[in-house]
């Protein structure tokens, strides 16, 4: 039976490689400008919000002006965000008079979804408003989304270099505003409303209590959720509307929408690859990108099916063991977090895959942020092959100087320090203790867990609720900030110091061939399990030695 | 940079932002979700004799011996559906109970069975499916279990 599982999963993968290889088509089209057909309807829009913003789109920004408009912009929409939750007593859109919330979970909340993370200390449905739902939380995925992309694009543009009328990394402006109103908005739209058909309700009106056969009062909790459903996927969000995420029916109501909520948070990541190959107009460095990428997720689906007694406890019945565990490693591959099943009841080994996902995070990774991490692994891997074969380190052309491979390591570094740091200040201070759990294995996986989903900007944990302290919520909360934005700043640094370097003509080092991915793909597994290794030893691994099943 | 650089276009951008993403899109798609799938975007409510009585999509748990259960140890606790194997089992006891014969079980379990892999995998059926099409058909013998199905008795 897990057999047939394999070949259906593969057949979502091609038809997700397929539809990735036409939408990046389209993002080309998109991001170079080209005319299109929507833009007697679009353009007006956008042009409207350009003069409200003052901005002008046709000039090109330096990486810093880059990272510190994406910055400010998401500072501010963090705060709006912020006084939505802490005032939603007082707003509309609230027909079950939810209260307000307190500073630090809207904190951690506000923290959580502007970083693409989507850790949750709180359950949805009996915590937030409609207002609350719609105006900070789904607001909150569009943007994050969108900032992954646009960094990919500024990325992009610096290794591509100047070629093809790219005289810079782009203007934040232009990138930002179209990729709301010409990707992600039709992309959430047609599947939220495909989402509906399915199952997925989308309604204003308050939760409806009803009378069972036998005479109970039953609550039907309705809302905005396929508009969050939407977003959450495409984004690689995935918070969810509900505490118990998508293994609630109402945000997966059959093995249909499971798989389709599957290819959705695969899309964009899988685009991207083929994205950079078209934007250098060399497509086999895209390739390149796409088969380590595609290769590291093959190999965390194998880890994860090693024991194939794949789950114990804590699955729905429509989707089955296989389909759980295919759901966790894609989560935490793609770094969305929403998850079909309870963490708690999965093999450790499916554990170990889910962390592995998390701490390479280019296993296609995220959102755009995804390619970003796969071409700092690049100018690592790239300088170790040159020091090994005695000659420069080049990439695409251009010289990787020392400055180049400094930076990279400390946006790699910045990872593991900020998972392994706050974990044993929380073991430390006896915050762990606060809230119950213990010092084993299975305590150190769920801590480990928590602020390795945290930095990986992921989101899917152990805790939920249980982790609404004020440490916690404050702890995952700079995590989250920390974790997404110096990476990307470092990166940006990086593009905008290789997009005006010299190209040569000759090959030091060939790139787009079918050899480099699998260097790269070792080399990335060198850097992960050199790192991280000791964690996982006394955490996963030592739960599955010890021969426990799973963390419940 | 100067500081209207910092202002104006950054939080322009995150209120513009917040009325397109926040508020016309979750709008937008509520009109067509209502106007298009109404059954399903208001929660697949399932009625009886025109009275609402719950949703496909969240299990009730009862324990009434005439009826079938949801599982306790489920992942979202709410989950409607139990496995074939399990739906069996608890045809026996309404058998053993109301005396209403295993065929008539037998043949409502298999027309309402789903797959976990559309047509492979494990077979699951909705309980509430189960139980509404039970007591539609068993509507004139149910008298003597009334105290079970007070809603029905009281329309």
Redesign the interface.
Known sequence: ?IG??IL?FILLGVIVLILGWILSSYLLNVYENEKSTWDMFILPVEKL?YR????DTTRQMSW??YF??LF??T???A???YLVLVFQGYLPLNPMRFHNLNWSLALNTVLSFSSNTNLQHYGGGSTLSYFSQ???I??LQ??SAADGVVVALAIFRGFAGKKNGNDGIGNF?FD??RT?TRVL?PL??VS??IL??????????GY?V???????F?T???G?I???Q??MQIGTNGGGYFG?NN????EN????TDFMQMGMMMLIPTAMPFLFGRMLRRRNEGRTVLIASYGLYAIDLAIAFVPLTVIS????????GP?AVFYTVTTTAFTTGSVN??LA?MHPLVVLAAFLGMMIQATPGGIGVGAMYMLMYMVITVFIVGLMAGRTPEYLGAKITEGDVKLAVIAFLAHPILILVPTLIAYGIGAVHGIGIGTGPKGFTQILYEYTSAAANNGSDFLGSTGNTVYFNVSTGIVMWIGRFTPIAIMLAIAGRMHGRKRSREVALRTDNFIFPSILIVSIFILAVLTFFPFLAIGPILMHLEGIKSVL | MKIKDIIRGPLGLAITMVMICGFIFPVVVTGVGQGAFNYEANGSLATLSNTTVGSYLVGQSTDSPYLFHIRADSASGIDPDITVANASMQAHRIHNETGISMAYFNRQINNDTKFTMFFFGTGYVNALTLNLHLIRHYHKSISQYGRMYRNVTAS
């Open positions: 039976m047939l599982f259906l919000i409200v913003l003052g901005v810093k002006e510190l408009a400010f912009f500072g501010f929409a705060i709006l965000a719609m105006m900070a789904q607001f569009f943007i402006y930002f505003v709301i908005i959430s739209f939220a409303i509906i058909a399915l199952g997925v309700p989308q309604s204003l009106s409806e009803v009378r069972t056969f036998t005479g109970a039953q039907i909790k309705v905005p396929a508009s969050m939407s977003i118990s293994y609630t029916p109402f109501p059959s093995p249909l406890a804590g699955m729905e019945v429509r989707f089955g389909a099943a309870a009841g």
